[in-house]
């Protein structure tokens, strides 16, 4: 009789909890929690994480940080108690058996001919990314990533074979859970409800919050509202007076900018797939998005489309264009749906 594999997920990202890539962790474990009952599986989480989660199905293993917690810490736990790794925030342990890896996209590993915006990551930071992708492909008997396009491009860029990737993707369900703010629009009284455009954005070069800004300055009747951390340190906001840099935002605050603008943009350069626009158009506000990476893929015919290089557009009206209904897209994207294709994958390897 074979014995049930045992599973081990690094649990590092709970000491973060920051970006997308943590959020796709947290809510695919949140949902593969309820319906793993038969199997074997533990996390490993640091002792300082901001959240040690209370799982009913999945066991919870507490261990004291340490520096290099994914090399030195779960690897090491992983191969001592013969438990298969899982790791799904971009990164493998060389100490640590085979095991599945979800590798998001490979942005470091494109041609800066095909992607100008990455000579502007400087040569240490391509090169350490490099080498995090290399380790994953030796350490992964499976990866995982979030999109047909990100599929691709592992394929392209890292040879491995197409048998040996699974697409599974995002979901929006967890926006339900968000309660609209609506003191923000006290804190900007300039912000007139269903008047102005909204991103949500970062400073990293291949979010392309320029199309916004130049965008805002060849339409000057618009205006524009723009949050995320520390925008201000890149941008000199001053200089463009229908843009309104919204600071320190909290979720809550977020969802009530996204629900109550005119419509979300997201201008990106390179998305491996893009949970805030569909985070937007989760509660009916229209989506405009680069033709560009993923973003055609998630979401069809239902979102408006710019050139990620070409921000001289008429906003109005190419909101005025016609789209499809959102409800297939957000259909096609669950956590319940992407948790059961994990199990699923887990219960293959």
Not at 282 to 301: D, R
Request: contains cysteine; charged residues 25%; proline residues 6%.
């Amino acid at each position: 009789m074979r014995s049930k594999k045992k599973y081990l997920i690094d649990g590092r990202f709970l000491n973060s909890m920051t970006t997308g890539i943590d959020r796709y962790a947290y809510q695919l474990l949140a949902c593969l929690d309820k319906i793993c009952k038969e199997s074997d599986i533990a996390i490993l989480v640091p002792a300082n994480a901001k959240e040690i989660p209370a799982y009913k199905n999945i066991r919870v293993i507490v261990k004291k940080r340490t520096r290099f917690w994914t090399q030195l810490v779960f690897g090491p736990y992983a191969r001592l108690h013969g438990r298969i790794p899982v790791n799904l925030c971009n990164e493998a342990s060389v100490l640590a058996p085979k095991g599945i890896v979800c590798l998001h996209d490979v942005c470091y590993a494109e041609s800066e001919k095909m992607y100008p915006f990455l000579t502007e990551f400087p040569k240490e930071e391509r090169d350490w990314f490099l080498k995090i992708y290399q380790r994953i492909c030796k350490k992964a008997d499976r990866l995982v990533t979030v999109s047909e396009f990100s599929k691709q491009r592992i394929h392209a860029l890292l040879g491995v074979p197409d048998e040996k990737i699974a697409v599974i993707g995002n979901g929006w369900q967890h926006f339900n859970g968000v309660t609209p703010d609506m003191r923000i629009f006290e804190q900007y009284p300039q912000l007139k409800r269903k008047k102005y455009f909204f991103t949500l954005t970062s400073v990293n070069r291949n979010k392309n919050l320029d199309w916004v800004l130049k965008a805002a300055e060849n339409n000057p009747q618009a205006q524009f509202a723009a949050a995320g951390r520390k925008l201000d340190s890149a941008v000199d906001f001053s200089q463009y007076p229908n843009v309104t840099y919204v600071a320190d935002v909290s979720d809550c605050e977020i969802k009530a900018l996204m629900q109550e603008a005119k419509a979300f943009i997201f201008p990106s350069f390179y998305e491996g797939f893009g949970i805030p626009p569909l985070e937007a158009m989760s509660v009916g506000t229209p989506v405009i998005v680069s033709h560009a990476a993923s973003l055609p893929e998630i979401f069809g015919t239902a979102a408006h489309y710019i050139e990620p290089d070409n921000p001289r557009v008429d906003i109005e009206k190419l909101l005025a264009q016609p789209v499809s209904e959102k409800e297939p897209v957000l259909a096609r994207y669950s956590w319940e749906k992407s948790a059961e294709q994990l199990l699923s994958l887990l219960k293959e390897n």
